[in-house]
């Protein structure tokens, strides 16, 4: 790079320690992904966003929300009216009703803090659907480092070039600029500014929900309440029947029992690829949660592209015009 | 007579090939074998619950977590008096074929996410959807193909190599193979009577993706086979 400040060549010249600054911010933007392991994260957080997106509706996590209600609407009135239509008033003949249904028992007794924690998580997760989609309405994490290897490659390279043929240097420190301007106006054009810190508060809000603990947690739920529903699908309901209530009668009754059995499948078919996608992507959150924090994605690409710009326009050395190198060096080289 | 180096490296590359698809070649036959093959069909005896005792052609989903003792997903739809077992009824084609696939069909799942593959099986209800299973050719999870079911028996003792054996419930598909699409797990294993054609066959396959990820399904086909 001694050769940038050559004396020989015309024209403005670089700054070389600007220069230097320039290609080195260049190449730390190229390597910023490899550093923070975006090329296997980024990838992963792609897939995430894809595998959440069916979820994150305010359509599909209202009707989650609504399962749960139609749930603990139909425990209530199975351990409570139905109890009392099939075994009478009164804590003896409730606890008939116990011993006869012992798996529904047991689901009532399970129940409530399983709807406090699947509520609570619910609540959670459609408090956070807006920001979800505003890091989905953000170009793709699969990009994310092609965003940074690109521009600073280029940069890069670019330097090099101005290092070794300063001639370049005039044109070359507005291919800098224009670089620059292009980094700082991109986190604008793509609202990240809004968006990324959107996304840091979604990270942080699924830190409890998408640890592997957590899912397993769910997946234990899922088995309390399907064995739950089967026994007020499968006992407590026929047993309803026998007691000569017609399916008509039943569900004028017991409209939160004939509900949750008229809904169920719906809620299998709903539920159970939420809590599929939820246990996939554990390790894509952790992925994504290895990265920098959102917030400071965008300063990523404005501090570089400000400095871009601040450092191309260092005034470097001007190299003399021939004339009036003439003119100084005549006198000096002749004799008197 | 003198080769010039190129001739050789390709040379010794061809060898290199060759050799290297040949062993895979016979090593696939092999390992199937470990004995002699049995070609046919591991018709099923319908399961049935007695004597505290699951008999039969059964299945348990183990739940992830459990330590000393097993804790089993429970089935409330099973005909089973311990919901723990969902017995299984066998399909179409009677049981577990080996040489070909028997792959579900297509659409896999009615409306409601009931399974409708029945050629080993007929479908089950697990909490109110059918659940059922095929051998299929490609693993709908990994997108791995496997190579067909295979048997063999080594005196009285049954391997059985079928990867693509997949359980099918609410839409979804859970490779339940033995071994995994990947290769890991172990292979099936049980007894065989040569003279009365009767057979035991159990493993483990772990679940992975889905609702049920790191659960286990453990599988017990009885039942007598029937060369083709």
Redesign the interface.
């Given at each position: 790079m001694g050769s940038f400040n050559s004396p020989t060549a015309p024209g403005a010249r670089a700054n070389r320690w600007a220069l230097i600054a320039i290609a080195l911010i260049g190449l730390g933007l190229a390597l910023a992904p490899v550093a923070f392991k975006m090329f296997d994260r980024g990838p992963k957080g792609a897939a995430m966003m894809a595998d959440f997106k069916p979820f994150m509706t305010d359509a599909r996590l209202a009707g989650f929300q609504q399962h749960i209600k139609d749930i603990n609407a139909a425990v209530h009135q199975g351990h409570g009216r139905v109890a009392v239509a099939l075994e009478g008033h009164g804590a003896a003949a409730h606890k008939r009703f116990d011993a006869k249904y012992p798996?529904f028992a047991q689901f009532a007794k399970d129940w409530p803090p399983i709807n406090s924690d699947m509520s609570g998580l619910l609540t959670k997760i459609q408090a956070n659907a807006g920001n979800y989609r505003a890091v989905a309405a953000l170009p793709s994490f699969k990009l994310f480092p092609g965003f940074f290897v690109i521009p600073g490659a280029i940069v890069f390279l670019f330097a090099l070039g101005a290092a070794f043929a300063p001639r370049s240097w005039p044109k070359l420190r507005w291919a800098f600029v224009v670089l620059g301007v292009g980094l700082v106006l991109a986190p604008i054009a793509f609202q990240m500014f809004s968006r990324a810190p959107k996304g840091g508060r979604m990270m942080t809000a699924f830190k409890t929900i998408e640890t592997r603990q957590k899912?397993?947690t769910i997946?234990?739920y899922?088995?309390t309440i399907?064995?739950g529903?089967?026994?007020l699908?499968?006992e407590i309901v026929p047993a309803l029947q026998r007691k000569g209530l017609s399916a008509k009668q039943i569900d004028a009754r017991f409209p939160a029992v004939a509900t949750l059995d008229r809904r169920?499948?719906e809620i299998?078919?709903d539920m159970?690829?939420m809590?599929?996608a939820m246990?996939?992507n554990v390790e894509n959150y952790q992925a994504i949660r290895s990265l920098p924090p959102f917030p400071l994605f965008p300063w990523f690409f404005v501090i570089p592209g400000v400095l871009f710009v601040a450092l191309a326009f260092v005034p470097g050395r001007r190299s003399p015009r021939p004339a009036a190198h003439a003119a100084v060096a005549g006198p000096l080289t002749t004799p008197s | 007579m003198t080769r010039s180096p190129r001739r050789i490296a390709t040379g010794l590359t061809a060898l290199a090939v060759a050799v290297t698809g040949t062993a895979v070649f016979v090593e696939a036959p092999s390992q199937a074998a470990g004995g002699h093959a049995l070609n046919g069909t591991f018709k099923l005896t319908p399961g049935s619950y007695s004597g505290g005792k699951a008999h039969g052609t059964w299945f348990r989903m183990i739940i992830s977590g459990s330590a000393k003792k097993k804790a089993y997903l429970p089935n409330p739809d099973s005909k089973s008096k311990d919901k723990t077992y969902t017995l299984g009824r066998p399909g179409t084609d009677g049981g577990l074929a080996t040489g070909r696939f028997q792959p579900s069909p297509s659409p896999a799942f009615g409306a409601k996410g009931n399974a409708l593959a029945s050629k080993i099986i007929k479908p089950q209800p697990f909490t109110a959807i059918n659940f059922s299973v095929a051998t299929l050719k490609v693993d709908p999870q990994s997108k791995k193909t496997v190579a067909v079911t295979s048997a063999s028996v080594n005196g009285r003792k049954l391997t059985v190599r079928m990867p693509g054996y997949t359980a099918q419930w609410n839409g979804q598909s859970f490779n339940q193979g033995a071994p995994k699409p990947d290769g890991s797990g172990s292979v099936a294993t049980g007894t065989y009577n040569a003279k009365t054609k009767h057979f035991v066959l159990t493993w483990t396959s772990k679940i992975s993706g889905g609702p049920f990820n790191g659960y286990s399904g453990y599988w017990h086909l009885e039942g007598t086979f029937k060369a083709r």
């Open positions: 798996s899912v397993q997946q234990s899922f088995s399907a064995v529903q089967g026994s699908r499968l169920w499948i299998l078919n159970t690829p809590i599929g246990s996939d | -």
